[in-house]
């Protein structure tokens, strides 16, 4: 039988690629028989030969983005063609539910129905010739009619009768919830976001985690709910270290996942303590769009700096406890490349880069020059030769939007060492020219456009 | 910061990345602490064969850990009787429950020490290093 995965409508572009992730860690083929950005129910297929049950409760068992996914019992474009459709479909299975327990609802996209109205909807598929009670909490069974409408108040142009299957992993969001976790900040990603991004990212038992922006560590809380093991770096060591009991392994501890937490590290992306190595199944993170502050790496431009410092005493000012190491203004696009290529190099063959970043489109202005500018700051999607995107998901707000990309590391014999070699002199390229004095805010459209255009946004 | 994270560790300089004398990092002065966890086989299974195993034993060696076997275990030393075995045991007491708490790694290339403190490892650079 084919499925309905009632979807949330909400955070639509991350809806696919959610379930997408879900079915390949899974190893499962799932065909997509109908899905649209614009309604909140899908419809798929798995393979012949597969305990289909199964399968379908895998699927979503820890999707964030539907609520439930239900055995297709008829779909049609109205009452008499949903009927048509049930009969030709489910007629052989009304007897074994004779006698069960059930529960019958409407629900109705874009709609709503009166008490009085949904009854009679629902008698209408008294020809099924169900008898057993009519129960309201845990029945056997539970049926489910849907009322899909492209706008509020117009009728409906589909219609699905499904029986319930299995519920999704959307439960995990309330636990989750910043308001009830014990350390975050001001930057913290949203507990939906953050396990979306889990999930992307095939974050799970076995697997290792890393976020070299861990700030008070939603991306690992998230990937570590879903049983993978994490660790994570920042620059600024004080957020991780976080307040008196309020740090990022309060939060592991908070969640009961200190076990698969291996521990936060002080580091600056652009130099890395990791290996070389290619150990890590998943990078996720979240970095700084540089539109508050800077963006910053360790280093400095100035020429007194490029060597050992001593103190008035003779001491290397370096090796002092309190030592605070010099930082620089880096572009973000820099930054960019540096993310890709850091996951490129650490990644195992599959392994997934799930990384944020502001897509600095998507305004409206009415002057032109600054809608020039604008349309001229809207990014690239950065690539990387041993990288494949997979899924682009967009977040919009008021005044600013922002994607989540999610990349697959090539498996290593498919990676065009030619391209390799054109990818890494173009970053150097770009490292002379920024050396050679270009100032950190030529570099960084972003950050310029921001305070253009931008400057009554709340973020 | 669990002793398992040792393993993917090394020099933060990018002039010690190819060396092999940079890893892996030594610990000095540490203070360890032991959390008791509980053991999840599945993982243990998974992250031997990405562990580099001789960098495993010079860091048991260093801290002055019971010394482990000559070569990684396979498979079937992780398990007796469909339980995990004592190897298993013994590996997920010093992968996962085993942190250093404070003191310093040294990079046996550069030299350079990094602090340890709070169980959280400092790896940045003073400019002249970068
Ligand atoms: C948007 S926040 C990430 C927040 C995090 N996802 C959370 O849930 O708390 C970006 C983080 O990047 C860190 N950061 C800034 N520059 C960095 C650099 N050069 N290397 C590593 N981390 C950096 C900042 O300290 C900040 O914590
Ligand atoms: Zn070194």
Redesign the interface.
């Known amino acids: 039988m084919d499925y309905l995965i009632r979807l949330v409508q909400m955070h639509e572009t991350f809806r696919k690629p959610e379930l997408d992730a879900l079915a390949d860690l899974a190893g499962l083929d799932v065909q997509w028989l109908s899905y649209s950005l614009a309604s909140p129910f899908a419809i798929v297929r798995f393979p012949p030969g597969i305990d289909t049950t199964v399968a379908a409760r895998t699927l979503i068992s820890r999707s964030l983005l539907c609520n439930a996914i239900y055995e297709l019992w008829g779909t049609g474009t109205d009452y008499t063609t949903l009927h048509a459709d049930i009969r030709h479909r489910t007629e052989f299975l009304w007897p074994h539910y004779r006698d069960v327990s059930f529960r019958f609802e409407l629900d109705s996209f874009h709609g709503s129905r009166t008490t009085a109205e949904q009854r009679s909807i629902i008698e209408t598929f008294a020809y099924m010739d169900f008898q057993g009670p009519i129960v309201m909490n845990r029945p056997d069974h539970q049926f489910r009619v849907f009322e899909d409408s492209e706008l509020i108040g117009t009728t409906p142009h589909a219609l699905h009768l499904g029986r319930l299957v299995a519920t999704s992993g959307r439960k995990a969001m309330n636990m989750y919830n910043l308001k009830k976790r014990r350390y975050i900040a001001t930057t913290s990603m949203d507990a939906e976001l953050s396990l979306i991004t889990a999930n992307l990212a095939q974050a799970g038992?076995?697997?290792?985690a890393y976020d070299p922006f861990v700030g008070t560590g939603s991306f690992p809380l998230a990937c570590a709910h879903f049983g993978s093991?994490v660790?994570g770096?920042d620059?600024d060591?004080r957020c991780?270290?976080g307040k008196g009991d309020k740090t990022v392994?309060s939060n592991f501890e908070q969640y009961g996942t200190?076990?698969l937490?291996?521990?936060?590290?002080?580091?600056?992306i652009?130099?890395?303590?990791?290996?070389?190595?290619r150990?890590l199944n998943c990078v996720v993170c979240d970095p700084p769009y540089g539109v508050r502050e800077g963006l910053k790496v360790?280093?400095?431009n100035?020429a007194v700096?490029?060597?050992?410092?001593y103190l008035a005493d003779g001491k290397q000012?370096?090796l002092q406890?309190n030592?605070i190491?010099?930082k620089?203004p880096y572009s973000f696009l820099r930054m960019l490349d540096d993310i890709l290529d850091f996951s490129a190099t650490r990644l195992v063959d599959g392994g997934r880069l799930c990384m944020w970043m502001p897509v600095a489109g998507a305004v409206d202005l009415d002057d032109h020059s600054e809608a020039q500018a604008v349309k001229d700051a809207e990014y690239e999607i950065p690539r990387h030769p041993a990288l494949e995107l997979v899924a682009v998901c967009t977040q919009d707000f008021n005044k600013w939007s922002r994607r989540l990309l999610t990349y697959r590391r090539a498996p290593g014999e498919s990676v065009d060492e030619d391209a390799m070699l054109a990818y890494q002199a173009q970053r150097l390229t770009v490292a002379n020219m920024e050396d050679d004095g270009k100032k950190a805010d030529d570099l960084n459209a972003f950050r310029r456009k921001y305070f253009q255009g931008f400057k009554n946004a709340t973020v | 910061?669990?002793l398992?994270?040792l393993n993917?560790?090394?020099?933060?300089?990018?002039t010690c990345?190819?060396n092999a004398a940079a890893?892996p990092l030594h610990p000095k002065e540490a203070e360890l602490e032991q959390?008791e966890?509980?053991m999840?086989p599945?993982?243990i299974?998974?992250?031997l064969p990405?562990l580099d195993w001789e960098a495993m034993k010079t860091l048991t060696t260093e801290l002055g850990l019971p010394n482990l076997p000559a070569e990684t275990p396979s498979d079937e030393e992780l398990a007796t009787d469909g339980e995990p075995s004592q190897t298993a045991k013994d590996l997920h007491t010093l992968l996962?429950e085993t942190?250093i708490q404070s003191g310093k790694l040294v990079c046996g290339n550069c030299e350079h020490e990094?602090?340890v403190k709070?169980?959280?490892?400092?790896?940045?650079?003073?400019?002249?290093?970068?």
């Not at chain 1, 700096?305 to 410092?309: A, H, K, N, P, Y």
């Open positions: 038992p076995g697997r290792i093991m660790f770096s620059l060591g991780i270290r392994q200190s076990t937490y291996l521990g936060g590290l002080v580091a600056d652009t130099n890395t303590p990791l290996r070389e190595e150990l360790l280093g400095s100035r700096l490029q060597d050992v410092v000012a370096h406890p030592y190491p010099p620089k | 910061m669990k398992l994270t993917f560790l090394t020099c933060a300089r990018k990345k190819s890893f959390v966890t509980d999840n599945l993982f299974k998974n992250i990405r996962m942190s990094y602090a709070e169980g959280i490892a400092n790896f940045l650079l003073p400019s002249h290093m970068v």
